[in-house]
């Protein structure tokens, strides 16, 4: 039986030559450590529109980046949509959503943070 799971990964990925970091939330098969679907936005701060030096230094991420991003709404709205078509094209569902799993034929995932 296939196992997935929800986790985010951090990847160092050479984008037009520079090293850049992202993170994204991906759908993990957890038999084969493959990863079957990614989600990934930038998101707009309307309380700090200006990126501070940790945000630029630390995580890496641009202020451009940023600026380019979706408000919070807007991305929640993306990344439920994202969940339901993976659900339905994986065949996946939460475990919490499953009356009997001994009799379940879906594929259960988890969130992992």
Do not use: M
């Amino acid at each position: 039986q296939k196992q997935v799971g929800l986790t985010r990964r951090k990847s160092i990925a050479p984008a037009n030559g520079n090293l850049e970091r992202s993170k994204s939330i991906v759908l993990l098969d957890t038999s084969t450590g493959e990863i079957e679907s990614e989600f990934h936005a930038y998101v707009q701060s309307p309380e700090h529109p200006v990126l501070s030096e940790f945000c630029t230094e630390l995580p890496g991420i641009k202020q451009a980046q940023v600026d380019e991003g979706v408000p919070l709404k807007i991305c929640l709205s993306r990344f439920c949509k994202w969940i339901q078509k993976t659900q339905q094209q994986k065949k996946i569902i939460f475990a919490s959503g499953v009356a009997d799993l001994s009799t379940s034929k879906v594929k259960l995932c988890a969130f992992d943070t």
